[in-house]
């Protein structure tokens, strides 16, 4: 941990280039949008405007839009639990490994989804996942079944792409944080008579602690505001509430409304942020007695 | 293979078996997407009825595809360099400025990241309207910028906060300046972790589909946009070869950062 | 220079120069700053055949740029430009975004006739009361399916309604598709009173179940080649543009009619380039221009003028016999309605 220090040094100034870019481009923009959900039409473009709550009001009053929030939670926690079990395993494995082009071929096993691109990924797993695609075809060509299975359009295809897109982000948080763990530490629990899976359990785990927080708040944070992996693997059958957004940008042209429900995501997200601080704090103050 | 003593065979075979799994996972989506690159049929076909290089022909052939390509690498390392700039500086200020309510600030550095990115874009949209600018390319890499200093302050946040605050003062001990300490102790061991959010915007950048919706203009389109409105009228290979050709590309790219700065070291302090 | 003495003083020589030598500049001034024009345009064959052919004539012929914006969606940006400073001058879409357009106020409603002397040679349902704009393309909705599945005889909308097709069914998700929604008022009609008769149609969408949505025709065309989808909703422009590949697939015009599905060109107020913008509408319903695309896209060309090769001639509709079959959906009721539509329509549709 860094030593404290007290009053601002000269280091303080170098915030001002990110604080100007957040001011002009982040917050003014932001600030335009709750304002333009609180208002009848879009000021910038028209001349007629008033105040209004309709569009935060028919957030509240509908039980739709609730289910619409809790499916997007609900997929957001599936898709962080998922990612956290998937990469964990291979994120203490880069971390362990020895040999830099072992550790070199992970890594590029890990960037290159990500490299992919949302579109081509999604487009793979529509090739894996539809009836007429990879999975479906091997398993009634080997007559295991008759009737493709439904993996597509559905919150499980959801889960599994938004999965798949999001592991290496919680990888690469994670590997720093397991290599930083001094491995004598396991050693020690080990000669002190620990198996293995013990030491893990009790001295490595409990140390990677702020990088799972960190991964999962990341990947959790990622998944409840992605639209384009839902869009195209849930076929419009699963809302969440960036999808709603996307409709009522794209075909309703209901700007006020998509307004008023961006503003409650990021509503719900700086919550997150919040108790995920709050708690990483409570973590940290664990650490110290290392 | 692995140098913790992992004595019983069977808890080691798990363990290797349960990360081959997640390789495979991780990697059979893009081995699909190689096969569809190389299939003739124009659409989704299993199994594959032959090879051939039809589809990168069209990718190559197509103006629109290739103009694509190269705006969003353009974009891409601008951002990137952009991003590194402004998050580095922040970071570093955030990590060393004894800033009140640091803490906060922070996770309004890290905002960008919640907020669909949908949002993001009409928003700057709409601003770009009210400055009367159009859509220019500055504005684009702007809206990517944003995006993608919340991974860099992240990364280097990390690499500050767990630095050995001792090495610096050592240097000072020894009579060295703040500049200097900052220029000869700081910055070198920060580097890795600039490094990995560099990497991290690069891939934003060129990934980046929300964002770019509203942002983009006719003739200067980026790559996912391009594929997205592709996607709306053709479901064949040439999304496959677009795709294999970005991943090469971008392996170079992490491959020449891997030989130069070496990735690795940001694992280790 | 020649040696015979001009019958002019020199300032009547030094200005008649000036003046040819303006004349004979002017063209290149003229290009040096070309009037850019700003349009939407579909990709796909239709960009194709555009941006190879018609565009570069297009801007040969009038001297000037065009842009065409192929990132969806396009009603969004129009709507959040100035009024003043509109990103399109011309924007290209189907009736129900037109419609939309006109209420927010950002198209106009009518063609200026006078500008865009082709418009005179349309068939009444390019210019109709249901009409903002015209129309310069139609194609008809009717039911897709694939002719070597052994399906029974496909002949009435109901029959997509019949549970052999459980699995294979292919429909659009309403709040997005035009395609979609004309389908919604169908159902009203098939079932209920009218295209009015939103608790029928909602029925019968509940009964619809299980069905593949997608939020774009090109996609579904995709799903009916691959097999994914066995019967559909589309267009028969979907079907047919596959004409000479040999696939299993066919176009069924359903017995209680087609809903029309209309490509329309209106100007946005704003426009700088108003010349341009109505030469460009006369230009795209020239007979020329109709038949190229008509032929490469197999839509019906609004011209009554134009003449199509054979096979086209037999499939499409080109005759005023055959636009009377077509069904205009009335809009501007169902967009006034839209957002209890897709309300309610969401919540039958999630899965």
Redesign the interface.
């Known amino acids: 941990m860094s030593t404290v220090r007290t009053g601002i040094t000269p280091m303080a100034w170098l915030i001002a280039p990110s604080a100007l870019l957040f001011a002009l481009f982040f917050f003014l923009p932001m600030g335009l949008m709750a304002l333009i959900s609180l208002l009848t039409g879009n000021p910038v473009v028209q001349p007629n405007v008033s105040f209004t709550t309709k569009y935060y009001q028919r957030i509240l009053g509908d039980p739709y839009y609730f289910e619409v929030i809790w499916t997007t939670l609900r997929i957001g926690l599936l898709t962080t639990l998922a990612a956290l079990l998937i990469g964990y395993p291979l994120a203490h494995w880069m971390a362990r490994i020895r040999g830099r082009t072992a550790y070199a071929v992970l890594m590029m096993t890990v960037l290159t989804p990500m490299l992919t691109g949302i579109v081509v990924r999604t487009f793979a797993w529509m090739a894996l996942l539809s009836d007429k695609g990879a999975i479906n075809q091997t398993l009634t060509g080997l007559g295991l079944i008759s009737k493709p299975l439904p993996l597509m359009y559905n919150e499980f295809s959801i889960v599994l792409g938004l999965t798949h897109i999001y592991v290496p982000y919680m990888v690469l948080t994670l590997v720093g944080v397991i290599a930083r763990i001094d491995e004598r530490l396991e050693h020690a629990a080990q000669n002190l008579g620990a198996s293995p899976l013990r030491a893990f359990l009790e001295v490595t785990l409990p140390l990677s602690l702020p990088g799972i927080l960190a991964g999962s708040l990341l990947v959790f944070a990622l998944a409840i505001s992605a639209y384009v992996t839902p869009i195209l693997m849930g076929g419009f059958q699963i809302m969440t509430l960036p999808m709603l957004i996307y409709q009522q940008i794209s075909s309703s042209f209901n700007v006020g409304f998509a307004a008023a429900l961006g503003m409650v995501l990021l509503t719900i997200s700086l919550v997150l942020v919040i108790a995920y601080n709050r708690i990483l704090g409570l973590v940290s103050g664990q650490r110290d007695l290392q | 293979m692995t140098a913790a003593p992992f004595t019983p065979r069977l808890g080691r075979f798990c363990y290797l078996a349960l990360n081959v799994a997640v390789v495979v996972f991780l990697l059979a989506p893009i081995a699909i997407v190689f096969v569809f690159a190389l299939n003739p049929t124009p659409y989704i076909q299993f199994p594959p009825v032959g090879v051939s290089l039809r589809w990168f022909e069209k990718f190559f052939a197509s103006r629109d595809f290739m103009n694509a390509l190269r705006l969003s690498l353009e974009v891409a390392v601008m951002t990137t360099i952009a991003a590194t700039l402004f998050g580095g500086s922040a970071a570093l200020a955030l990590a060393r400025g004894g800033l009140p309510g640091a803490r906060v600030i922070t996770a309004i550095m890290l905002s960008p990241l919640m907020l669909p990115a949908i949002l993001t874009g009409l928003a700057l949209f709409q601003s770009y309207v009210l400055l009367d600018v159009g859509r220019p390319l500055w504005g684009l890499v702007l809206g990517h910028t944003l995006v993608s200093v919340p991974y860099v302050v992240r990364t280097t946040l990390a690499v500050l906060q767990n630095f050995d605050t001792r090495l610096e003062e050592a240097a000072r001990n020894l009579g060295a300046d703040p500049l200097r300490t900052y220029f000869e102790v700081t910055l070198p061991l920060t580097k890795p972790g600039v490094m990995a959010g560099a990497v991290f915007a690069f891939i934003v950048s060129f990934d980046q589909f929300p964002v770019s919706l509203f942002l983009v203009s006719p003739g200067r389109e980026t790559l996912p946009i391009t594929l997205f409105n592709y996607l709306k009228f053709d479901l064949d290979g040439t999304i496959g070869a677009a795709s294999v050709v970005s991943i090469v590309l971008a392996m170079l790219v992490v491959f020449g950062l891997d030989r130069t700065v070496g990735l690795r070291s940001y694992a280790k302090l | 220079m020649t040696k015979t003495r001009l019958p002019m003083n020199r300032r009547q020589f030094l200005t008649t120069s000036a003046a040819g030598i303006s004349v004979i500049a002017a063209p290149h001034i003229a290009r040096a700053d070309a009037a850019t024009l700003?349009i939407t345009g579909?990709?796909?064959?239709w960009?194709q055949t555009m941006s190879n052919e018609l565009i570069p004539a297009f801007e040969k012929e009038f001297k000037c740029k065009v842009?065409?914006?192929?990132?969806?969606?396009y009603?969004?940006?129009l709507?959040?430009?100035?009024?003043s400073?509109p990103?399109y001058d011309v924007l290209h879409t189907n009736s129900n975004e037109q419609w939309?357009a006109l209420e927010?106020g950002i198209v106009e409603a009518r063609i200026d006739a006078k500008q865009v002397p082709n418009i005179a040679d349309v068939y009444p349902y390019a210019v109709s009361d249901k009409m903002v704009g015209v129309c310069i393309f139609t194609s008809a909705i009717g039911l897709g399916m694939r002719t070597d599945k052994g399906y029974g005889k496909v002949s009435s909308w109901k029959d997509l309604w019949d549970r052999a097709y459980d699995?294979v069914r292919g429909g659009y998700?309403i709040?997005?598709n035009s395609l979609g929604q004309a389908f919604l008022m169908m159902s009203g009609a098939l079932f209920g009173k009218g295209m009015t008769d939103l608790d029928a149609a909602y029925a019968a969408m509940e009964k619809l179940k299980p069905i593949?949505?997608?939020?774009?025709t090109?996609?579904m065309e995709?799903m009916i080649?691959?097999?994914?989808v066995g019967v559909a909703v589309i267009h028969d422009s979907g079907i047919l543009r596959y004409d000479g590949q040999n696939q299993p697939t066919t176009f069924v015009a359903p017995s209680e009619g087609v809903l029309s599905l209309e490509q329309v060109l209106t100007l946005t107020p704003g426009t700088k380039v108003r010349e341009l913008a109505n030469a460009y509408v006369n230009y795209m319903l020239s007979p020329g221009v109709q038949k190229t695309l008509a032929e490469s896209v197999w839509y019906s060309p609004a011209n009554s003028k134009v003449k199509l090769d054979d096979k086209y001639n037999e499939k499409l509709l080109t005759t005023p016999e055959k636009v009377a079959t077509l069904i205009q959906p009335d809009w501007k009721w169902y967009n006034a309605r839209?957002?209890e539509i897709?309300?309610r329509v969401?919540?039958i549709?999630?899965?």
């Open positions: 700003r579909w990709g796909g064959k960009g842009e065409t914006d192929s990132a969806f969606p009603l969004p940006k709507q959040a430009s100035s009024r400073a990103v939309a927010m699995g998700v709040p997005v593949k949505l997608v939020d774009f090109g996609t995709k080649l691959s097999g994914e839209k957002e897709d309300s969401n919540r549709f999630r899965a």
